[in-house]
């Protein structure tokens, strides 16, 4: 999908198109050259990686949102009032708005670049891992340490530049796919929330040899399917949190990196079987197979078989 692009000196215009972006909001501007810049550029209906910018300061008063919008400060100071409480962030910070609650505040002349992320997602990941029904929340604006902030920002920059960037192909929905769930799954680590992980005795019990082997059949069933750490644990017949410890107890691997090695070994099979002029790149067969990224496709699959992709397409 094309990026939406937008400019404007009209405040007016501003407050309808960032109402109709994340909650209906009053704004006020405050100075003369009241210039706005806006870049949309949306994955999936659930996820979008927004770039504003502000030439004066803008009040504004928003209702609650539905999703939840990740901001990292890029340049100027950011206000943000909620639930009788006012925080400052300025150039570097990263903070969340949380859904569901009303927000004021002023941003003074920034550049600010969000990721809105439908909190669903991040429920989704919390069943997968720990099993739980209950949605899954974000107690706090700001991570929980600047090196959880840094790790975040750089997961949503590789999202934002590698899989928005990748080959449009069939496989495309399944990189989308993939890549909620690894935003989501680091918005948990970068934030406090009400997710829980640890293993039952029940769990610990359940991984067994034999759970590990319904787990590995199926996976190597369905390995272009769009599957969650959930779907293998049901076609094993235990809880995530089972599937995660027999992975770990008899594999020294998670379910997703089992995957994603079955994955390499398909890719391998397609590029020792691309012939000239099929249109089989190294990039298109690393995105059918789920690997946005050429680059670090390239480095994992040397890692597993001492060659270059290139190489082996060549052979």
């Known amino acids: 999908m ?28 405050i100075g003369e050259r009241t210039h706005t810049h806006i870049t949309r ?42 639930e009788g409480r006012t925080e400052t962030f300025g ?16 941003v003074q002349a920034a550049r600010l670049r969000q990721l809105t992320l439908d909190p669903v997602a991040l429920t989704q990941v ?30 949503v920059g590789y999202v934002r530049d590698s899989v928005l960037d990748a080959p449009d192909s069939p496989a495309a929905p399944l990189l989308a796919s993939a890549a909620s769930q690894y935003l989501a799954v680091m918005m948990l680590h970068a934030f406090p929330n ?21 787990a590995l059949s199926f996976i190597d ?29 008899h594999l020294d691997t998670t379910p997703l990196g089992y995957l994603r090695r079955v994955r390499l070994a398909h890719a391998r099979e397609d590029l020792l079987a691309a012939t000239a002029g099929d249109g089989n790149t190294v990039t298109v067969i690393a995105g059918r197979w789920g690997f ?12 597993a078989y001492g060659e270059l992709p290139s190489r082996t397409l060549r052979t």
């Open 126 to 155: 919390a069943s997968s891992v720990a099993g739980e029904a209950a949605p899954a929340r974000v107690l706090g604006r700001r991570p929980v340490s600047r090196q959880a902030a840094l790790q975040l920002q750089r997961s």
């Open 292 to 303: 946005p990224s050429p680059s670090r496709f390239a480095e994992e699959y040397r890692a």
């Open 194 to 214: 009400t997710a829980v992980a640890a293993p039952t005795a029940g769990d610990s019990h359940d991984a067994s040899p034999e759970t590990l082997r319904r």
């Open 91 to 106: 150039p570097g910070d990263l903070f969340l708005s949380r859904p569901d609650l009303p927000s004021a505040g002023v």
């Open 221 to 249: 069933a369905h390995p272009d399917a769009d599957l969650t750490i959930a779907d293998v644990a049901r076609a094993a017949y235990v809880t995530p949190r089972a599937l995660q410890l027999a992975f770990r107890r």
């Open 41 to 82: 550029r949306v994955m999936t209906p659930e996820v979008a990686f927004d770039d504003l910018e502000y030439t004066f300061d803008v009040e504004f008063d928003a209702e609650p949102q539905r999703y939840l919008i990740l901001c990292h400060v890029v340049s100027g100071v950011v206000h943000l009032t909620s």
């Open 2 to 29: 094309e990026p939406l692009t937008f400019d404007s000196d009209d405040v007016g215009e501003v407050e309808h198109l960032v109402s109709a972006m994340y909650a209906r909001m009053r704004i006020g501007g």
